[in-house]
């Protein structure tokens, strides 16, 4: 026999799905870099966060919580690996700007809603969906999404702080089953990233959406990821939610 598929939970993925930053990372950190009496170019700043940031996440993982650090202290060392890697070795006045660049990008105004993000969220609650974060992201998550007006619309928010667990860890989605006291199956996550988010997802047996902007397809996407899966944009996601639910399901 078959019926129909009613999606009762929405899990979502924020950075680069709901939000992204207002200026990219290196202009953000040449532009307080200057305040504080330093000239580091953009472009090499960018350049030196991407090998730091990937330094630090291979060398402790979700904020190095299981070696002990904290995520501020985390996120701290990162911008000092930066800053050391674009050429600037003077430690004494780079502490007070990476504290500044922490708490800046604790601040809402570092981070603007991705078009369409806001009426997409209104119209999945009209539906009466469950609505849910999961990302990885530390303890500043919660503020920046209510002084950017989108907490409300989530039942809860999970992060790979507080949780312990990174995506794609299948833990960190089936906690977030256990709070939506939902079944894979009745369930679907959003997010960019393919491994992450959507294989992540898939995983642990969840429908899942792939946002992937405008450009063009990353090859391995294209291959693995059925078109019904793909978002260039967020509107199409409640298209997207009815075509799922309105193939059949065979129990
Ligand atoms: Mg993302």
Known sequence: MAHRLRLQLLTWDVKDTLLRLRRPVGEEYATKAKAYGLEVEAGALREAFGKA???????FPNYGLSHGLTSRQW??????????????LDAQALTPLAEQLYEDFSSPCTWQVLDGAEATLMMCRKRSLKLAVVSNFDQRLENILMGLGLREHFDFVLTSEATGWPKPDPRIFHEALRLGQVEPAVSAHIGDNYRRDYQGARAVGMHSFLVVGSGS????????VPQE?????LPQLLPALDRLEGSPTKV
């Open 217 to 224: 397809l990353d090859p391995v996407v294209r291959d693995s």
């Open 229 to 233: 899966h793909i978002l260039s944009a």
């Open 75 to 88: 996120w701290l060392d990162v911008v000092l690996q930066t800053f050391h890697l674009a050429g600037v």
């Open 53 to 59: 940031y990937r330094a630090q996440n291979l060398s």
